[in-house]
């Protein structure tokens, strides 16, 4: 078990709220949290016990997902919206592990997370990496301030892993997903990860009433149906939507209730 470290407070951190990057954080097995995220944390976790597992298997992916991409696909750019507190095995650490001139811009609208960015603004002497304050909520927002660290002339690799969960209406939230693809150019590719009452996650639903009763943001699940429409007109990438924890994953990962997906913009 990790020793909680204190986070530095500042005027919009509240520390009497649970909320979702630490809690994420917490279930990570790390140290940037509070009691009541600990505490709503655990709860969750009586009540879905595999949610640790679908912490680990999103990150996981998120190696896999980068390390595909800065490689064989050969994308120097990304967008990393919603990126949550630093830990091991962050986007820029994997892409410019593979290729060392990767461009890489976080955005997060957490005030924690702001205050961490220090440690997500380091970068290999070949590359960038940059962090940005913004709602995903504002993806017109965003695309302005990404510039001049993305050349949004060049293919980019948009990702949204576990944040558009964060967007209840599903209007707003393709509507996000089209705004940011509308913007990238023809090799641009997109990275979702989004959970769901499906693949073995129905007993998550009194879990997530709990969440949105206790904790802040509110979060909702989406179907299949749901998820594949953030990838209308893209091209999958094998082998397409599966659970997160399988998509090229080794042979017999176990399946956790996390919808993953790569595609690419013909």
């Known amino acids: ?10 005027d919009r951190i509240r520390s009497d709220v649970a909320h979702n990057a630490r809690v994420w954080n917490h279930w990570l097995g790390g140290k940037d949290n509070y009691p009541v995220d600990r505490a709503v944390g655990d709860r969750v976790t009586g009540m879905y016990p595999s949610i640790g597992e679908v912490a680990r298997a999103d990150r996981a992916f998120l190696g896999r997902a980068v390390r595909y991409l800065a490689g064989d696909a050969g994308i120097g ?12 095995g962050n986007t820029h650490e994997v892409a410019q592990h593979t290729a ?3 461009r890489i811009v976080y ?3 957490d005030p924690a997370v702001l205050v961490h960015a220090r440690a997500l603004l380091t970068s290999s002497p070949e590359g960038a990496t940059e962090y940005i304050e913004a709602d995903a909520r504002h993806p017109e927002r965003i695309l302005r301030a990404v510039e001049p660290t993305l050349d949004l002339k060049k293919p980019v690799a948009v990702m949204l892993l576990g944040t558009l969960n964060f967007v209840l209406d599903t209007d707003e939230a393709q509507r996000i997903v089209r705004t940011l693809m509308d913007a990238v150019p ?4 997109l990275v979702l990860t989004h959970p769901t009452l499906e693949l073995g ?6 879990a997530m009433r709990f969440w949105n009763e206790d904790a802040t943001p509110p979060i909702t699940a989406r179907s299949r149906t ?4 953030f990838l209308t007109g893209l091209e999958l990438v094998e082998p397409g939507i599966v659970s997160c924890a399988r998509w090229r994953a080794e042979p ?12 690419r913009k013909r």
């Open 186 to 189: 023809s090799g641009s590719h």
């Open 107 to 109: 955005v997060d609208n």
């Open 201 to 206: 996650g129905e007993g998550n639903e009194a």
């Open 100 to 102: 060392p001139d990767s």
């Open 252 to 263: 017999g990962a176990v399946e956790v209730a996390q919808f993953g997906a790569v595609a």
């Open 77 to 88: 750019q990304f967008l990393d919206i919603g990126t949550g507190l630093p830990t091991a």
């Open 1 to 10: 078990m990790t020793e909680a470290r204190i986070i530095p407070l500042n």
């Open 226 to 229: 749901e998820f594949a429409a």
